[in-house]
């Protein structure tokens, strides 16, 4: 199997990752026209993770997210399901294997995001990009999230969203499901797991009823804001303070 199927079954998508990692972060850059880097900035600007604060990065792939979040002193766990995608990120930083010590200021730690291997109130801030959607139960995502988080922490989620745009949504769906499957068959060596891509930001609820899903799992304060006109949208929260 190159690819996994919508019902998101956790070895299918591991698998899938597991293949498509060499060239992973290459291809987001290249599908994305760039906008990867500018989505990445955003998300850390609404981390804003301080000296001594530790930020959990969930879904991290390869780890190019967790970089942006020790620039102002913090510390970073890349955490991912994927061995492919954080050995890859290891070795990008020079290291071998999968470290939890650390490589370059940030430890990389094997995690399912439905049980996920942390103590209860371990982190200041829990943020995952890109991957939420990938998994079988957000709402038991979201809660396990909560749990790992201390008090008064923050949520940052960045995902793929709906464009609020009725003309330009027209014209993204159309990229979406025939454009981008034709780029990543010419490019990527798993074109198969850029039609669950696809279908998978297809089949994303919109803001609101994202946002509504958070509140249920238990997270206060819940807000968002698009990004790139709604391609993206950046869903913020906190855990209540007792």
């Not at 780890?63 to 620039?71: E, I, L, M, V």
């Not at 942390?118 to 990938?134: C, G, K, L, Y």
């Not at 509504?212 to 303070?241: C, D, F, M, T």
Request: charged share 25%; glycine share 10%.
């Amino acid at each position: 199997m190159t690819r996994a199927s919508l019902d998101k079954q956790p070895h299918e998508v591991a698998s899938m990752f597991d293949r498509t990692a060499r060239r992973y972060d290459l291809m987001n850059d290249l599908l994305s026209l760039g906008q990867d880097r500018f989505w990445r900035k955003a998300t850390a600007d609404a981390i804003d993770a301080g000296p001594g604060e530790l930020v959990l990065d969930l879904g991290a792939g390869t780890g190019t997210s967790t970089d942006a979040f020790t620039t102002l002193g913090a510390r970073a766990i890349a955490s991912d399901f994927s061995l492919g995608m954080l050995r890859t990120g290891v070795e990008k930083r020079g290291g071998s294997g999968i470290s939890g010590g650390g490589v370059r200021g940030v430890s990389f730690i094997a995690g399912d995001a439905l049980k996920l291997p942390f103590a209860d109130e371990s982190f200041d801030a829990v943020t995952i990009s890109f991957a939420i959607r990938n998994v079988n139960d957000t709402e038991q995502a979201l809660r396990e999230m909560l749990r790992v988080a201390r008090p008064g922490a923050r949520l940052v989620v960045c995902e793929f969203s709906r464009p609020t745009n009725g003309a330009f949504e027209r014209v993204y769906t159309e990229y979406l499901m025939r454009m981008l499957p034709v780029v990543a068959g010419a490019v990527s060596s798993n074109p198969d797991s850029y039609e669950y891509l696809a279908e998978s930001i297809r089949s994303w609820p919109a803001q609101a009823e994202f946002a509504r899903v958070i509140q249920r799992a238990g997270w206060k304060k819940v807000a968002w804001r698009n990004l790139s006109l709604g391609i993206v949208a950046l869903h913020r929260a906190y855990k209540p303070e007792s």
